[in-house]
């Protein structure tokens, strides 16, 4: 009977390599007391970020949303795909390769008991478990990018807010003091004023804007934000 196996040109079969493990892991970035934060979760090895193996016929989508509802509590998120983490030596388990996934979500959307881990710096205060910490600094460089090219992404703030409140979200975001004048300049047109305004902290009332329909930033203001 005439063997139909694929082979490739040295006559190897598919099931003659070698097969790693495939996981999952997400970074979950929010913002809690003015600073940066990922929600990280309890594992074998520490802290770490929410994360599992792909079972058979599962695509990693579908893994990482299970990841995110059994281990974190959190349903419901959007997320994209982040980087492969191919090290070799990244799991002293055996070969696992780990496709991160990146979110950033409003406080407001996680629960009190959520777990989570200040980032300064770009990395997490506390060391995390196999190279999530690399995974987390890839994330917060992600999510740098999208502020750059568009008023507040992820909606960390409010649907409408001040012009004060979306400069010191951006503040926390790129982790750098940032001008007034020079801020305003570049977002302004990127936004939409409400016609009212909000006395919030009891100083002079400010006006309050919303995300205009296209909120895309110009490119002088990802120079500017992106230094």
């Known amino acids: 009977m005439q063997d139909m196996t694929w082979r490739d040109r040295e006559g ?9 493990s495939v996981a999952v892991d997400v970074a979950v970035l929010t913002v809690r007391e003015r600073r940066l934060h990922v929600v990280v979760v309890p594992s074998e090895r520490g802290r770490a970020l929410p994360g599992t193996f792909l079972r ?3 695509n990693l989508a579908d893994a990482a949303e299970r990841a995110l509802r059994i281990k974190a509590g959190i349903d419901d998120l959007t997320f994209h795909q982040l980087k492969m983490f191919d090290a070799p030596d990244r799991d002293d388990r055996g070969w696992v390769l780990s496709m991160a996934h990146s979110a950033a979500v409003s406080a407001r959307s996680l629960t009190a008991t959520t777990e989570s881990m200040l980032i300064d710096r770009a990395r997490p205060v506390s060391t995390l478990a196999f190279d999530h910490d690399h995974m987390v600094t890839e994330a917060v460089l992600d999510l740098r990018h999208r502020y750059a090219h568009e008023v507040d992404p992820a909606r960390l703030t409010e649907e409408e807010f001040t012009l004060l409140e979306l400069r010191e979200l951006y503040e926390i975001v790129f982790d750098r003091p940032l001008s007034k004048d020079t801020f305003r300049r570049h977002v302004i047109d990127s936004l939409e004023g409400t016609g009212t305004t909000s006395t919030a902290g009891g100083g002079r009332p400010a006006e309050l804007y919303r995300r205009a ?4 930033l110009p490119p002088a203001a990802g120079s500017f934000l992106l230094g």
């Open 213 to 216: 329909p296209d909120p895309t």
């Open 12 to 20: 190897n079969a598919l099931t003659d390599y070698p097969r790693p």
């Open 56 to 58: 058979p016929a599962e």
